[in-house]
């Protein structure tokens, strides 16, 4: 017996030892970057930035809501704003609003670089709730605010600023640069990006790689970690809507039936809330714990050093975060739409939902609709495909020059940030250029914390002055360090 009770306390004692010997061989991945001196920025920059925040380039769902002057007025903006881009880039114009510049590097023989943005925005949901104009382009404390200030006019406009002010500096890249700005990012891309995509690809354009709108510098925002966060996105989440409908036999509300079409589809509803698609570590995601880990306390550091002995834990950590966190690491499921009923006495023979799903790599849209088939399993619900459906995007690969150009850019401009790889949960514009480039990454330079995260699409958005200037900063670096 007493053999038995050893030979557990030498495998205990084993099993503690892996894992610290785990824990303690994790060292860190942070490269180390000398900061560079901030450059002036001057305050026409703002004000351009300002004027851009003015124009109402809205996308709305309806087609027939489209104000062609208002991208109009941003067309003739970048000419008058930007003279030097207008006069020495090559520039061509999609779908009339979107456009592409080229801007001719030293060495042909160098593959291309792509730098995305859009100029479009979202409607104003409740225009009543801000404490500002939100097409004013208000500055007050140091913060301007807007809608556009964080998507994605932002990007657009400090990637001009950057170049104009190269070239004004006589500056010529080695690589050529491309300049991708699309006008529908918010209703899909289709007339601006996808065209843009499709014709680098005729031209046989095969780019070093590609960056776009996605995660930014987080405050506070991941657990464990009191440094500020650089995330850049290597890949982002699919997206699939599905619809369900239920046909049954209505009447007077006098006399219900046991079940009607909205108990059915309510039932199916919240059948797809309480059982979602497991959680799991995708490769972004094994990629963030490596990165960050080592930067951590020591039991965080030990959880992400043993993932495969903590995963239950760590993956229910994120899951209790709720928000962005439960996002990282599963498919999420969110009913969007529900209709049923027309009259308060009427029992209604239709039932309609539309549930959106964000899909995690290594899943896809057609995994969701059996899921959710197999889920509901109910053969009064028909379930269908909705909208339009995208898988997850490749994985870039963070072992590569082109991923540490930006991540050497983000040290330099924002110093002593921690950066990682990661997951982006929404969709970009970048999704339709797989065809263009391997390399595709998703980053912005500004700031996110808990007081701004929720105005992204929402209430008040704003972006503090600095940071604008440092976007500026930013762009003008990578340029720079781009060889």
Do not use: C
């Amino acid at each position: 017996m007493k053999k038995f009770f050893l030979g557990l306390l030498l495998l205990f004692l084993g099993f503690v030892a892996y894992i610290l010997i785990n824990t303690f061989a994790t060292t860190s991945k942070q490269i180390t970057v000398e900061p560079i001196t901030k450059i002036d920025i001057e305050p026409d920059a703002i004000s351009r930035f300002q004027q851009a925040l003015r124009i109402q380039t809205i996308s709305h769902e309806n087609v027939e809501d489209f104000d062609s002057t208002a991208f109009n007025a941003f067309n003739q903006l970048i000419i008058n704003n930007y003279p030097l881009v207008d006069s020495l880039l090559e520039h061509q114009y999609f779908s009339e609003y979107s456009h592409l510049y080229k801007w001719e590097g030293k060495n042909p023989s160098l593959k291309p670089v792509v730098l995305m943005g859009h100029l479009d925005v979202v409607p104003i949901a409740s225009p009543d709730k801000w404490t500002v104009d939100p097409f004013a382009g208000t500055i007050k404390d140091d913060i301007i605010w807007g809608r556009g200030t964080i998507d994605d006019k932002f990007t657009v406009i400090g990637i001009l600023e950057a170049t104009e002010m190269l070239l004004k500096e006589g500056f010529q890249p080695e690589r050529t640069f491309y300049f991708s700005f699309g006008h529908d990012e918010e209703v899909s891309g289709k007339y601006g990006a996808v065209k843009i995509a499709q014709y680098m690809q005729e031209q046989g354009i095969e780019a070093e790689f590609v960056m776009d709108e996605g995660y930014a510098v987080t405050q506070k925002l991941v657990p464990g970690i009191d440094k500020d966060v650089a995330m850049i996105g290597v890949a982002e989440k699919g997206i699939t809507s599905i619809a369900l409908q239920v046909d049954m036999k209505g009447g007077h509300s006098s006399q219900p039936a046991k079940e009607t079409a909205i108990d059915v589809l309510a039932n199916a509803v919240a059948k797809l809330k309480a059982n979602p698609l497991p959680a799991t570590f995708s490769e972004p995601m094994e990629g963030f714990m490596d990165a960050l880990g080592p930067e951590m306390g020591f039991v965080n550091r030990m959880a992400f050093a043993n993932r495969a002995i903590f995963k239950s834990i760590i993956l229910s950590t994120y899951e209790g975060a709720g928000g962005s966190g439960n996002a990282l690491i599963r498919t999420t499921t969110s009913p969007t739409i529900f209709q049923a009923g027309i009259k308060e006495n009427v029992i209604p023979t239709t039932a309609r939902a539309v549930v959106n799903f964000r899909i995690i790599p290594g899943q896809t849209a057609e995994e969701v609709k059996q899921h959710v088939v197999s889920t509901i399993n109910d053969p009064r619900v028909t379930v269908a495909f909705h909208g339009f459906n995208n898988d997850p995007s490749a994985v870039s690969p963070h072992n590569v020059e082109a991923y540490e150009l930006i991540n050497k850019t983000i040290k330099q401009i924002f110093p002593e940030t921690l950066t990682a790889p990661n997951l982006v949960i929404g969709a970009t514009d970048s999704r339709h250029f797989s065809g263009v480039s391997k390399n595709i990454y998703r980053f912005v330079p500004y700031h996110i914390n808990e007081q701004n995260i929720d105005s992204f699409h929402g209430i008040d958005e704003h972006i503090p002055v600095e940071d604008y200037k440092d976007a500026i900063r930013f762009y003008r670096q990578l340029m720079l360090n781009t060889k």
